[in-house]
C-alpha cells in the first residue's frame, strides 16, 4: 500500500502521475487527505477527491509515504503534526518515504536528510538541511526518494516503481507510457 499525502495547495501532477503510474503496475495506492476533509484543491485549482482521510488510514500496511510538493501545499504537510510523526516513525524503521518539488523541505525540517543526498526544486536547496544536494531528476539515498518536480514527475513515478515492484516492471512501464524511448 502506497499513501500520497495531499493538501492545500498541493502540485496537482505530482500526486497524480505518481498514483497514476504506481495503479498501473497494480501497487494499491490511495490518496489520503490530512485536510479534514475529502475534497482537496491543488496549487492550480483543480479539486481533487482523495481516498480517505489522514485520520482513518491505517499506515500497518503502507509501505510508502509520497509527498507532492506545491506551494503552499508543502508548507501545508509540514503543519500537520500527525503526518510529521508518521514520516518520522517510518524514516526510523528504513520503510520508505517519497518527496518531489518542494516536499524534500519537508524531510530537511525533521532533520531526516542530514548527511543524505538528495534533490530538491531548484532554488529551494537551503531546506535539504544537512543534506548533500544533488541536481539528479531522481535522487534515492537508503529509504528516501527525492525528486526535483513537475517536470521529473514521470521519472519520480518510474523511480517509485522501481523500488517496489523491480526495475524490469519500470522498464516495461516506461516502454507502454512511451516515456523517454
Do not use: W
Request: hydrophobic share 45%.
Amino acid at each position: 500500500m502506497v499513501f500520497i499525502h495531499l493538501a492545500t495547495g498541493f502540485e496537482e501532477v505530482e500526486a497524480l502521475t505518481a498514483a497514476d503510474l504506481l495503479r498501473r503496475v497494480d501497487v494499491e495506492t490511495a490518496l489520503v487527505s490530512v485536510t479534514g476533509e475529502k475534497t482537496v484543491e491543488g496549487a492550480h485549482g483543480f479539486r481533487i477527491e482523495a481516498d480517505m482521510l489522514f485520520e482513518d488510514a491505517d499506515y500497518s500496511d503502507c509501505e510508502l509515504i509520497v509527498l507532492p510538493g506545491g506551494m503552499p501545499g508543502t508548507k501545508n504537510l509540514a503543519a500537520h503534526g500527525g503526518l510529521c510523526d508518521k514520516i518520522k516513525e517510518f524514516n526510523d524503521s528504513g520503510r520508505l518515504i517519497a518527496a518531489i518539488c518542494a516536499a524534500p523541505m519537508v524531510l530537511g525540517g525533521l532533520g531526516l536528510l542530514e548527511g543524505r543526498k538528495a534533490t530538491i526544486y531548484p532554488g529551494m536547496e537551503e531546506f535539504l538541511n544537512g543534506a548533500t544536494h544533488t541536481a539528479g531528476k531522481v535522487v534515492t539515498d537508503k529509504n528516501l526518494i527525492t525528486s526535483m518536480g513537475p517536470g521529473t514527475a514521470m521519472d519520480f513515478g518510474l523511480a517509485l516503481v522501481e523500488r517496489l515492484c523491480g526495475p524490469q516492471a519500470a522498464e516495461n512501464l516506461r516502454k507502454d507510457l512511451i516515456f523517454n524511448i
